[in-house]
Protein backbone atom coordinates (compact mmCIF):
# COMPACT_ATOMS: atom_id res chain seq x y z
CA UNK A 1 0.00 0.00 0.00
CA UNK A 2 1.52 3.61 -0.72
CA UNK A 3 -0.43 6.13 1.26
CA UNK A 4 0.63 8.95 -1.01
CA UNK A 5 -2.00 11.20 1.19
CA UNK A 6 0.61 11.38 3.89
CA UNK A 7 3.42 13.20 1.78
CA UNK A 8 0.23 15.60 -0.18
CA UNK A 9 -2.93 15.67 1.11
CA UNK A 10 -4.49 16.22 -2.90
CA UNK A 11 -2.57 13.38 -3.85
CA UNK A 12 -3.83 10.37 -4.43
CA UNK A 13 -4.89 7.40 -6.60
CA UNK A 14 -8.06 6.86 -8.45
CA UNK A 15 -8.76 3.62 -10.39
CA UNK A 16 -4.60 3.25 -10.33
CA UNK A 17 -4.09 6.57 -11.94
CA UNK A 18 -2.65 9.03 -10.07
CA UNK A 19 -4.12 12.61 -9.66
CA UNK A 20 -2.87 16.36 -8.24
CA UNK A 21 -5.81 17.79 -7.19
CA UNK A 22 -8.71 16.70 -9.72
CA UNK A 23 -5.80 16.20 -12.60
CA UNK A 24 -4.70 13.01 -14.20
CA UNK A 25 -1.31 13.56 -14.40
CA UNK A 26 -0.83 11.09 -17.15
CA UNK A 27 -2.48 13.91 -19.19
CA UNK A 28 -0.30 16.35 -17.84
CA UNK A 29 2.81 13.78 -19.07
CA UNK A 30 1.15 13.65 -22.69
CA UNK A 31 0.76 17.70 -23.01
CA UNK A 32 4.17 18.72 -21.61
CA UNK A 33 7.70 18.06 -21.54
CA UNK A 34 8.99 15.90 -18.84
CA UNK A 35 10.66 16.51 -16.11
CA UNK A 36 7.83 18.71 -14.94
CA UNK A 37 7.46 20.72 -11.47
CA UNK A 38 4.03 20.37 -10.65
CA UNK A 39 2.26 22.09 -7.59
CA UNK A 40 -1.36 21.84 -5.52
CA UNK A 41 -2.25 25.50 -4.70
CA UNK A 42 -4.44 24.02 -2.34
CA UNK A 43 -1.95 22.29 -0.08
CA UNK A 44 0.00 25.45 -0.01
CA UNK A 45 -2.89 27.53 1.13
CA UNK A 46 -3.70 23.91 3.58
CA UNK A 47 -0.03 24.48 4.90
CA UNK A 48 0.11 28.22 5.31
CA UNK A 49 -3.59 27.79 7.56
CA UNK A 50 -2.57 24.80 9.60
CA UNK A 51 0.58 26.49 10.51
CA UNK A 52 -1.57 29.94 11.55
CA UNK A 53 -4.56 27.67 13.42
CA UNK A 54 -1.55 25.93 15.88
CA UNK A 55 -1.03 28.93 17.63
CA UNK A 56 -3.55 29.33 20.34
CA UNK A 57 -2.29 32.40 22.20
CA UNK A 58 0.96 34.31 19.91
CA UNK A 59 0.01 35.29 16.44
CA UNK A 60 3.15 35.26 14.70
CA UNK A 61 3.52 37.15 11.33
CA UNK A 62 4.55 34.41 9.17
CA UNK A 63 7.41 35.41 6.53
CA UNK A 64 8.04 33.17 3.86
CA UNK A 65 11.38 32.22 3.70
CA UNK A 66 11.27 32.84 -0.28
CA UNK A 67 14.65 30.78 -0.98
CA UNK A 68 12.60 27.63 -0.89
CA UNK A 69 10.85 28.34 -3.98
CA UNK A 70 10.76 31.80 -5.73
CA UNK A 71 8.15 31.29 -8.24
CA UNK A 72 5.80 34.40 -8.59
CA UNK A 73 3.17 32.39 -7.80
CA UNK A 74 3.64 31.27 -4.95
CA UNK A 75 4.27 34.69 -3.40
CA UNK A 76 1.31 35.47 -4.73
CA UNK A 77 -0.96 32.63 -2.77
CA UNK A 78 1.04 33.13 0.25
CA UNK A 79 0.96 37.16 0.40
CA UNK A 80 -2.76 36.89 -0.50
CA UNK A 81 -3.46 34.99 2.75
CA UNK A 82 -1.49 37.82 4.76
CA UNK A 83 2.10 36.12 4.77
CA UNK A 84 5.02 38.45 4.57
CA UNK A 85 8.09 37.25 3.04
CA UNK A 86 11.85 36.72 4.65
CA UNK A 87 14.33 37.79 1.44
CA UNK A 88 17.96 36.86 1.70
CA UNK A 89 19.10 38.80 -2.04
CA UNK A 90 18.65 41.81 -3.79
CA UNK A 91 16.64 39.66 -6.26
CA UNK A 92 13.69 38.39 -3.51
CA UNK A 93 13.03 41.34 -2.72
CA UNK A 94 12.42 43.08 -5.69
CA UNK A 95 10.24 39.58 -6.99
CA UNK A 96 8.43 40.20 -3.31
CA UNK A 97 7.53 43.80 -3.83
CA UNK A 98 6.94 43.14 -7.94
CA UNK A 99 4.60 40.69 -6.70
CA UNK A 100 2.72 42.83 -4.43
CA UNK A 101 4.13 42.29 -1.22
CA UNK A 102 3.89 44.75 1.35
CA UNK A 103 7.02 46.76 2.47
CA UNK A 104 6.20 45.99 6.11
CA UNK A 105 6.16 42.62 5.99
CA UNK A 106 9.78 42.19 4.47
CA UNK A 107 12.26 41.28 6.83
CA UNK A 108 15.54 40.97 4.84
CA UNK A 109 17.73 38.16 6.55
CA UNK A 110 21.44 36.62 5.06
CA UNK A 111 24.91 36.47 6.15
CA UNK A 112 26.17 38.28 3.24
CA UNK A 113 23.94 40.93 2.57
CA UNK A 114 26.19 43.75 0.22
CA UNK A 115 26.03 47.21 1.36
CA UNK A 116 24.20 48.26 -2.30
CA UNK A 117 21.21 45.58 -1.31
CA UNK A 118 21.16 47.27 2.43
CA UNK A 119 20.87 50.65 0.81
CA UNK A 120 18.13 49.03 -1.11
CA UNK A 121 15.97 47.30 1.58
CA UNK A 122 16.27 50.85 3.49
CA UNK A 123 15.39 53.02 0.98
CA UNK A 124 12.24 50.49 0.20
CA UNK A 125 11.39 51.14 4.06
CA UNK A 126 10.82 47.34 4.87
CA UNK A 127 10.01 46.16 8.47
CA UNK A 128 13.33 44.92 9.61
CA UNK A 129 17.17 44.06 8.75
CA UNK A 130 18.11 40.46 10.87
CA UNK A 131 21.59 41.30 11.31
CA UNK A 132 24.35 38.67 11.79
CA UNK A 133 27.52 40.50 13.11
CA UNK A 134 28.38 44.00 14.89
CA UNK A 135 30.46 44.70 11.43
CA UNK A 136 27.08 44.82 9.05
CA UNK A 137 25.22 46.73 11.96
CA UNK A 138 28.65 48.79 11.71
CA UNK A 139 27.77 49.43 8.19
CA UNK A 140 24.29 49.67 8.22
CA UNK A 141 24.77 52.43 10.49
CA UNK A 142 26.81 54.51 7.75
CA UNK A 143 24.43 54.12 4.99
CA UNK A 144 21.43 55.14 6.99
CA UNK A 145 23.37 58.86 8.25
CA UNK A 146 24.22 59.34 4.88
CA UNK A 147 20.78 58.33 3.52
CA UNK A 148 19.19 60.00 6.97
CA UNK A 149 16.78 57.27 6.98
CA UNK A 150 16.21 54.74 10.53
CA UNK A 151 16.08 51.34 10.06
CA UNK A 152 14.21 48.21 12.50
CA UNK A 153 17.26 46.03 12.94
CA UNK A 154 16.34 42.54 15.07
CA UNK A 155 20.16 40.84 15.86
CA UNK A 156 20.20 37.25 14.99
CA UNK A 157 21.89 35.70 18.00
CA UNK A 158 23.34 32.28 17.23
CA UNK A 159 21.92 30.09 20.55
CA UNK A 160 24.88 27.05 19.96
CA UNK A 161 22.33 24.22 19.70
CA UNK A 162 22.77 21.94 17.40
CA UNK A 163 19.19 21.21 15.53
CA UNK A 164 20.35 17.34 14.84
CA UNK A 165 19.68 17.69 11.04
CA UNK A 166 21.66 17.27 8.06
CA UNK A 167 25.31 18.62 8.74
CA UNK A 168 24.78 20.60 5.77
CA UNK A 169 21.71 22.67 6.82
CA UNK A 170 22.27 23.00 10.40
CA UNK A 171 23.32 26.82 11.25
CA UNK A 172 23.08 27.04 15.40
CA UNK A 173 25.79 26.14 16.47
CA UNK A 174 29.18 28.08 17.44
CA UNK A 175 30.98 26.83 14.50
CA UNK A 176 28.69 27.96 12.04
CA UNK A 177 29.10 31.15 10.58
CA UNK A 178 25.80 32.42 11.32
CA UNK A 179 24.33 34.73 14.07
CA UNK A 180 25.81 36.92 17.29
CA UNK A 181 27.29 34.99 19.78
CA UNK A 182 25.32 35.24 23.23
CA UNK A 183 27.80 36.85 24.46
CA UNK A 184 28.13 39.50 22.34
CA UNK A 185 24.31 40.78 22.21
CA UNK A 186 24.40 43.06 25.10
CA UNK A 187 27.28 44.76 24.15
CA UNK A 188 25.61 45.67 20.82
CA UNK A 189 22.68 47.28 21.90
CA UNK A 190 24.83 49.30 24.81
CA UNK A 191 26.99 50.33 21.49
CA UNK A 192 23.95 51.13 19.61
CA UNK A 193 21.55 53.05 22.49
CA UNK A 194 21.27 56.27 21.02
CA UNK A 195 22.11 55.68 17.59
CA UNK A 196 18.95 57.65 16.26
CA UNK A 197 19.57 55.78 12.56
CA UNK A 198 19.80 51.98 14.10
CA UNK A 199 16.95 51.12 16.06
CA UNK A 200 17.32 47.27 17.79
CA UNK A 201 13.70 46.21 18.29
CA UNK A 202 15.06 42.48 19.30
CA UNK A 203 16.45 39.43 18.09
CA UNK A 204 16.08 36.55 15.90
CA UNK A 205 17.54 33.23 15.26
CA UNK A 206 17.52 30.39 13.01
CA UNK A 207 19.08 27.18 14.03
CA UNK A 208 18.76 25.00 10.77
CA UNK A 209 16.40 23.45 8.20
CA UNK A 210 14.52 20.27 8.06
CA UNK A 211 14.30 19.51 11.82
CA UNK A 212 12.08 16.80 13.16
CA UNK A 213 12.61 16.69 16.77
CA UNK A 214 11.35 19.59 19.31
CA UNK A 215 13.56 19.14 21.34
CA UNK A 216 16.57 21.63 19.30
CA UNK A 217 13.45 24.21 18.76
CA UNK A 218 12.48 24.17 22.48
CA UNK A 219 16.68 24.33 23.67
CA UNK A 220 17.48 27.35 21.27
CA UNK A 221 14.05 29.31 22.33
CA UNK A 222 14.47 29.04 26.22
CA UNK A 223 17.82 30.18 25.65
CA UNK A 224 16.59 32.98 23.53
CA UNK A 225 13.94 33.50 26.46
CA UNK A 226 16.90 34.17 28.92
CA UNK A 227 18.85 36.66 26.84
CA UNK A 228 15.37 39.02 26.06
CA UNK A 229 14.71 38.66 29.68
CA UNK A 230 18.41 39.70 30.36
CA UNK A 231 18.45 42.39 27.94
CA UNK A 232 15.01 44.33 29.89
CA UNK A 233 16.47 43.95 33.13
CA UNK A 234 19.49 45.85 31.92
CA UNK A 235 16.75 47.87 30.89
CA UNK A 236 16.52 47.76 26.98
CA UNK A 237 13.34 47.29 25.07
CA UNK A 238 12.84 44.12 23.51
CA UNK A 239 9.49 44.35 21.40
CA UNK A 240 10.20 41.88 18.01
CA UNK A 241 11.64 38.29 18.33
CA UNK A 242 11.81 36.29 15.01
CA UNK A 243 12.22 32.55 15.13
CA UNK A 244 13.46 31.76 12.15
CA UNK A 245 12.09 28.88 10.04
CA UNK A 246 13.34 24.81 10.49
CA UNK A 247 10.28 22.68 10.77
CA UNK A 248 10.54 19.49 8.64
CA UNK A 249 8.50 18.02 6.16
CA UNK A 250 8.10 13.97 5.36
CA UNK A 251 10.37 12.91 2.27
CA UNK A 252 10.15 9.30 2.36
CA UNK A 253 8.47 6.42 4.38
CA UNK A 254 11.59 5.96 7.58
CA UNK A 255 11.11 9.87 8.06
CA UNK A 256 9.65 11.08 11.26
CA UNK A 257 8.01 14.52 11.43
CA UNK A 258 7.38 17.05 14.02
CA UNK A 259 3.79 17.41 14.74
CA UNK A 260 3.35 21.46 13.50
CA UNK A 261 0.70 22.22 16.96
CA UNK A 262 3.73 20.99 19.06
CA UNK A 263 5.70 23.63 17.59
CA UNK A 264 3.02 26.39 18.36
CA UNK A 265 2.57 25.10 21.50
CA UNK A 266 6.26 25.91 22.85
CA UNK A 267 6.42 28.96 21.11
CA UNK A 268 2.98 30.07 22.88
CA UNK A 269 3.86 28.48 26.39
CA UNK A 270 7.46 30.48 26.50
CA UNK A 271 6.77 33.64 24.98
CA UNK A 272 2.90 34.97 24.81
CA UNK A 273 3.24 36.57 27.93
CA UNK A 274 6.01 38.12 27.36
CA UNK A 275 4.48 41.13 25.18
CA UNK A 276 6.10 40.25 21.86
CA UNK A 277 5.46 40.92 18.70
CA UNK A 278 6.41 37.02 17.32
CA UNK A 279 7.90 36.88 13.35
CA UNK A 280 8.59 32.81 12.07
CA UNK A 281 9.95 32.41 8.85
CA UNK A 282 9.12 28.78 7.29
CA UNK A 283 9.82 27.84 4.04
CA UNK A 284 10.21 24.48 3.33
CA UNK A 285 7.10 23.32 5.78
CA UNK A 286 4.61 25.94 3.60
CA UNK A 287 5.91 24.51 0.18
CA UNK A 288 7.63 21.48 0.59
CA UNK A 289 4.99 19.25 0.58
CA UNK A 290 2.80 20.92 -2.61
CA UNK A 291 5.44 20.07 -5.24
CA UNK A 292 6.10 16.76 -7.44
CA UNK A 293 8.11 16.09 -10.19
CA UNK A 294 6.45 14.56 -13.14
CA UNK A 295 9.47 12.51 -15.04
CA UNK A 296 9.61 9.82 -17.52
CA UNK A 297 11.60 6.16 -17.96
CA UNK A 298 14.20 7.13 -20.37
CA UNK A 299 14.39 3.10 -19.98
CA UNK A 300 15.77 0.45 -17.70
CA UNK A 301 19.20 -1.07 -18.30
CA UNK A 302 20.60 -4.36 -15.99
CA UNK A 303 23.63 -4.28 -14.63
CA UNK A 304 26.00 -7.03 -13.18
CA UNK A 305 24.08 -7.54 -9.57
CA UNK A 306 21.23 -5.04 -9.94
CA UNK A 307 18.64 -3.18 -12.63
CA UNK A 308 18.71 0.49 -13.29
CA UNK A 309 15.43 2.64 -13.85
CA UNK A 310 16.74 5.70 -15.63
CA UNK A 311 14.75 8.58 -15.37
CA UNK A 312 14.86 12.37 -17.12
CA UNK A 313 14.74 13.98 -14.05
CA UNK A 314 18.29 14.72 -12.87
CA UNK A 315 20.17 16.37 -10.09
CA UNK A 316 20.19 19.94 -12.28
CA UNK A 317 16.10 19.38 -11.05
CA UNK A 318 16.29 18.02 -8.25
CA UNK A 319 20.04 18.33 -6.67
CA UNK A 320 19.29 17.52 -2.82
CA UNK A 321 20.10 13.52 -3.15
CA UNK A 322 23.32 14.13 -4.24
CA UNK A 323 24.53 16.91 -1.92
CA UNK A 324 22.81 15.96 1.01
CA UNK A 325 22.02 12.15 0.80
CA UNK A 326 17.87 13.04 0.97
CA UNK A 327 16.16 10.14 -0.43
CA UNK A 328 12.26 11.45 -1.43
CA UNK A 329 9.66 9.26 -2.53
CA UNK A 330 9.40 7.96 -6.10
CA UNK A 331 5.75 6.50 -7.14
CA UNK A 332 4.59 5.29 -10.06
CA UNK A 333 1.64 7.51 -12.07
CA UNK A 334 -0.13 4.63 -13.08
CA UNK A 335 -0.25 1.44 -10.24
CA UNK A 336 0.57 -2.08 -12.74
CA UNK A 337 -0.41 -5.45 -11.04
CA UNK A 338 2.80 -6.98 -11.74
CA UNK A 339 5.62 -8.00 -9.06
CA UNK A 340 7.53 -6.22 -7.27
CA UNK A 341 11.37 -5.58 -8.48
CA UNK A 342 14.34 -4.02 -7.43
CA UNK A 343 15.38 -0.80 -8.91
CA UNK A 344 17.77 1.78 -8.58
CA UNK A 345 16.32 5.16 -9.90
CA UNK A 346 19.13 7.40 -11.24
CA UNK A 347 18.95 10.47 -13.63
CA UNK A 348 20.82 10.91 -17.11
CA UNK A 349 23.45 13.44 -15.73
CA UNK A 350 27.21 12.25 -15.70
CA UNK A 351 27.91 12.30 -12.66
CA UNK A 352 27.84 8.95 -10.13
CA UNK A 353 25.78 11.05 -7.39
CA UNK A 354 22.89 11.65 -9.72
CA UNK A 355 20.76 8.80 -7.65
CA UNK A 356 17.56 9.24 -6.43
CA UNK A 357 16.92 6.25 -4.68
CA UNK A 358 19.17 2.87 -4.57
CA UNK A 359 17.24 -0.89 -4.12
CA UNK A 360 13.98 0.79 -4.61
CA UNK A 361 11.08 -1.82 -4.90
CA UNK A 362 8.35 -1.25 -7.03
CA UNK A 363 6.50 -2.45 -9.76
CA UNK A 364 8.01 -3.48 -12.95
CA UNK A 365 9.25 -0.15 -14.79
CA UNK A 366 9.18 -0.01 -18.92
CA UNK A 367 10.57 3.09 -21.16
CA UNK A 368 7.63 5.54 -21.01
CA UNK A 369 6.03 5.29 -18.19
CA UNK A 370 6.07 7.83 -15.21
CA UNK A 371 6.57 8.30 -12.50
CA UNK A 372 6.62 10.88 -9.38
CA UNK A 373 9.02 11.89 -7.07
CA UNK A 374 7.52 13.39 -4.11
CA UNK A 375 7.77 16.49 -1.55
CA UNK A 376 10.03 19.14 -4.38
CA UNK A 377 8.14 22.03 -3.42
CA UNK A 378 11.32 23.27 -1.36
CA UNK A 379 14.67 24.01 -2.53
CA UNK A 380 14.52 22.15 -5.86
CA UNK A 381 13.11 24.14 -8.59
CA UNK A 382 15.13 26.93 -6.91
CA UNK A 383 18.17 24.93 -6.62
CA UNK A 384 18.61 23.92 -10.27
CA UNK A 385 21.04 24.29 -12.55
CA UNK A 386 21.88 23.43 -16.51
CA UNK A 387 24.37 20.94 -15.62
CA UNK A 388 24.98 19.29 -18.88
CA UNK A 389 22.76 22.12 -20.68
CA UNK A 390 19.86 20.50 -20.00
CA UNK A 391 16.85 22.40 -20.51
CA UNK A 392 15.24 24.23 -17.29
CA UNK A 393 11.98 22.02 -16.80
CA UNK A 394 8.53 24.04 -16.64
CA UNK A 395 6.50 24.56 -13.72
CA UNK A 396 2.83 24.01 -13.33
CA UNK A 397 0.86 25.28 -11.06
CA UNK A 398 -2.66 23.16 -10.14
CA UNK A 399 -6.24 23.98 -8.52
CA UNK A 400 -8.90 21.76 -8.55
CA UNK A 401 -9.39 21.32 -12.08
CA UNK A 402 -7.25 24.32 -13.50
CA UNK A 403 -3.88 24.54 -14.26
CA UNK A 404 -1.66 27.38 -15.10
CA UNK A 405 2.15 27.17 -16.73
CA UNK A 406 4.04 29.20 -14.93
CA UNK A 407 7.68 30.86 -15.97
CA UNK A 408 8.65 31.87 -12.86
N1 LIG B 1 15.30 31.69 7.81
C1 LIG B 1 16.62 31.67 7.53
C2 LIG B 1 17.47 32.73 8.04
C3 LIG B 1 17.15 30.62 6.75
O1 LIG B 1 18.45 30.59 6.48
C4 LIG B 1 16.29 29.60 6.27
C5 LIG B 1 16.82 28.51 5.44
C6 LIG B 1 14.92 29.69 6.57
C7 LIG B 1 14.46 30.74 7.36
C8 LIG B 1 13.92 28.69 6.09
O2 LIG B 1 14.19 27.42 6.58
P1 LIG B 1 13.12 26.25 6.35
O3 LIG B 1 11.86 26.60 7.10
O4 LIG B 1 12.86 26.15 4.91
O5 LIG B 1 13.78 25.05 6.89
N2 LIG B 1 18.79 23.68 0.65
C9 LIG B 1 18.55 23.01 1.90
C10 LIG B 1 17.89 23.94 2.91
C11 LIG B 1 18.66 25.19 3.18
C12 LIG B 1 17.97 26.11 4.15
C13 LIG B 1 18.63 27.43 4.21
N3 LIG B 1 18.03 28.37 5.11
C14 LIG B 1 17.73 21.76 1.63
O6 LIG B 1 17.42 21.47 0.47
O7 LIG B 1 17.41 21.00 2.56
Known sequence: MIKVSEYNKFLSYNKNKLFLEDIPLENLGE????????????????NFTELQKAFKKVKPLICYALKA????????????????????????????????????????????????????AIKKNIKQINVESIEELEEIAIICKRLNRTINICLRVNPDVDAKTHEKISTGRSEDKFGISDKKVLEIFKKFKSN??????????????????????????RKIKLQILKLRREGFEVSSLDLGGGVGIKYNDKNKILDIKSYAQVIDELFSDLDLEIIIEPGRYLVGSSGIILSRVIRTKSGDNKDFVIIDAGMDNLIRPALYGAEHKIIPVKKKQTNLKSYDIVGPICETS????????????????????????????????????????KEIFIKKKKFTLSNN
Open 354 to 393: DVFIKKMKIHRLNSDDLVVICSTGAYSSCMASQYNLRKPA
Open 196 to 221: KFIKIKGLSMHIGSQIVLLEPFSKAF
Open 31 to 46: KFDTPLFCYSVSQIEH
Open 69 to 120: NFNSNIIKILSNLGCGIDVVSDGELQKSLKNGVDNQKIVFSGVGKTNKEIEI
